[in-house]
């Protein structure tokens, strides 16, 4: 007479569990200890150069010393017909020169800017 011996059939699967396990317990405690990325806030709005009126700011902020809307020397220099390059005017708006003229990258949007520089550029000579 054969005594049947009883058969694990579970235990080959059990490894097997128990690392799938440990897997997902890994892949649980990582995901609460990395912060999930912030939502992207929408880039802010801005007016375009078109939308602003480039000699009403320049006249309103830069006209203190570009005298006669930048036509004359006044404690800053004569603008119209300047032949400095467009990437000049517009870095010297935003960064200033030390000692002789503020820096307005920080109070002026870049909308803002390429309005002045477009004033600057509508600049003729008075007579």
């Given at each position: 007479?054969?005594?049947?011996?009883?058969?694990?059939?579970?235990?080959?699967?059990?490894?097997?569990?128990?690392?799938?396990?440990?897997?997902f317990s890994i892949a649980c405690v990582s995901a609460q200890q990395s912060p999930a990325p912030a939502p992207k806030a929408p880039p802010a709005a801005e007016a375009s150069p078109n939308d602003i009126d480039g000699e009403t700011l320049f006249a309103t902020v830069c006209g203190w010393c570009h005298e006669s809307g930048g036509r004359t020397a006044g404690k800053g220099p004569k603008l119209s017909g300047t032949t400095r390059s467009d990437d000049f005017i517009l870095n010297r708006i935003r960064n200033g020169k030390p000692g002789a003229m503020p820096a307005f990258g920080g109070s002026f949007s870049e909308g803002q800017i390429i309005a002045i520089l477009a004033y600057i550029r509508t600049l003729e000579d008075t007579p």
């Amino acid at each position: 007479m054969s005594i049947p011996i009883p058969v694990n059939r579970a235990a080959p699967a059990a490894p097997i569990v128990a690392a799938l396990a440990l897997a997902f317990s890994i892949a649980c405690v990582s995901a609460q200890q990395s912060p999930a990325p912030a939502p992207k806030a929408p880039p802010a709005a801005e007016a375009s150069p078109n939308d602003i009126d480039g000699e009403t700011l320049f006249a309103t902020v830069c006209g203190w010393c570009h005298e006669s809307g930048g036509r004359t020397a006044g404690k800053g220099p004569k603008l119209s017909g300047t032949t400095r390059s467009d990437d000049f005017i517009l870095n010297r708006i935003r960064n200033g020169k030390p000692g002789a003229m503020p820096a307005f990258g920080g109070s002026f949007s870049e909308g803002q800017i390429i309005a002045i520089l477009a004033y600057i550029r509508t600049l003729e000579d008075t007579p």
